[in-house]
């Protein structure tokens, strides 16, 4: 997963739409990119909140018992994720909640499936607002904005 100075990273989406991942949250989806982590997906949701266009994700969940890890599937089955979100509405008084989720891949460069994009679409049929999609690979991540059906790929600024 790209790095940045103090750990953060910041990527662009449209005329420059910004997402922002807290260090603890880079550093929880790295740990699933590791040689024995990445042979099952792993994913979770992203909390965080809606800053004008910019999205902040300052915290994220990880798989949970009940979820399913594949090769090549990750199925975010346990209620604890959704749990989670809620818990972090409750507590900030409304401004932190369910902005996007990740999962990974075990390849190097990811791109999504046709099964991503179905799921993806239905989230966004749900949620009324912009949410984050991201898919971490050994070497780089997918990641895009979406928002009312329409995804925009955001890039990762200022390198590794
Ligand atoms: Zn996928």
Do not use: K, N, Y
């Not at 042979?39 to 994700?57: D, K, M, N, T, Y």
């Not at 509405?89 to 909640?97: H, L, N, P, V, Y």
């Amino acid at each position: 997963m790209p790095r940045l100075r103090a750990g953060r990273v910041i990527l662009q989406f449209g005329d420059g739409g910004l997402i922002l991942l807290a260090p603890s949250v880079e550093a929880a989806v790295a740990r699933f990119l590791s040689d024995a982590e990445i042979r099952l997906e792993a994913g979770g949701i992203f909390v965080g909140s809606h800053r004008g266009p910019h999205v902040e994700i300052t915290a994220c969940t990880t798989p949970l018992p009940r979820d399913v890890r594949r090769p090549t599937l990750f199925d975010r089955r346990d209620p604890g994720h959704s749990a989670a979100a809620l818990e972090a509405w409750t507590r900030s008084g409304g401004t932190e909640t369910f902005v996007g989720e990740w999962h990974t891949h075990p390849v190097d460069d990811p791109m999504p499936s046709g099964l991503d994009r179905r799921t993806w679409a239905s989230i966004m049929g749900r949620v009324p607002d912009p949410v984050v999609f991201l898919i971490a690979g050994r070497r780089s991540v997918w990641c895009a904005h979406g928002w009312r059906g329409e995804l925009r790929r955001a890039a990762v600024l200022d390198g590794e």
